[in-house]
Each structure stands twice: as structure tokens, then as C-alpha cells.
Nanobody, 115 residues
Framework: QVHLVESGGGSVQAGGSLRLSCAAS????????MGWYRQAPGKQRELVAL????????IYPDSVKGRFTISTDNAKNTVYLQMNSLKPEDTAVYYC????????WGQGTQVTVSS
């Protein structure tokens, strides 16, 4: 499994921005896809952004499209999630995900957006 460590969560007012980082324990060249999921209290975990290695194609749900951007720094084995125009409904624990043969999850980082 890939070991993932997230950072960058915190509290911000609505309309603000945050950038999450996820450092992988190995080269992300060998990882099929990396992404971010989030889980709010009482809700299921949902996909926020996904990037496929090689093609670098991305997937976003409509709820974050145009506001969130996923990117990678291959030299640092790190994937980022830039979150702009944050809304209170973006409040959740955000988890980094990596797919290499099987899925691996980070420990999660809290994002709180106040109105």
C-alpha cells in the first residue's frame, strides 16, 4: 500500500481559499490514479477530484467544478487540491486517495468553512 500524509486543512470564511497537500511514500508515476474525497458528518464519503496518471485527465463532480483544482508535483510525489470560493457546504474531512493495485487512504484533514 501507498502511505499518504495530508496537510493544509483548516478554518476559513466562505469565499476563501485553501490548498491541501498529500505526500505519497513512493513515486506517483507508478500510481494509477490519485484523488481527494470528503466526508461530512452523517454523510457518505464522496469524490471531490481525481487525476489519472499518464494522461493527467481529471474528474470533478458538479458541486466543485470550476472551484477546485487537482494537480501533482511528480518531483515531490505530492498531489494538491486547490480550493477556491469555498462554501459552508464544503465543510468536511478531506481524504487523499491513491490507487495502485488496491486503494490507499490518508488519515484525513479537517476543512471548516464558516458563513
Amino acid at each position: 500500500q501507498v502511505h499518504l500524509v495530508e496537510s493544509g486543512g483548516g478554518s476559513v470564511q466562505a469565499g476563501g481559499s485553501l490548498r491541501l497537500s498529500c505526500a505519497a511514500s513512493e513515486s506517483i508515476f507508478g500510481i494509477s490514479a490519485m484523488g481527494w474525497y470528503r466526508q461530512a458528518p452523517g454523510k457518505q464519503r464522496e469524490l471531490v477530484a481525481l487525476i489519472r496518471s499518464g494522461s493527467s485527465s481529471t474528474i470533478y463532480p458538479d458541486s466543485v467544478k470550476g472551484r477546485f483544482t487537482i494537480s501533482t508535483d511528480n518531483a515531490k510525489n505530492t498531489v494538491y487540491l486547490q480550493m477556491n470560493s469555498l462554501k459552508p457546504e464544503d465543510t468536511a474531512v478531506y481524504y487523499c486517495y491513491a490507487l495502485k493495485y488496491s486503494g490507499s487512504w490518508g488519515q484525513g484533514t479537517q476543512v471548516t468553512v464558516s458563513s
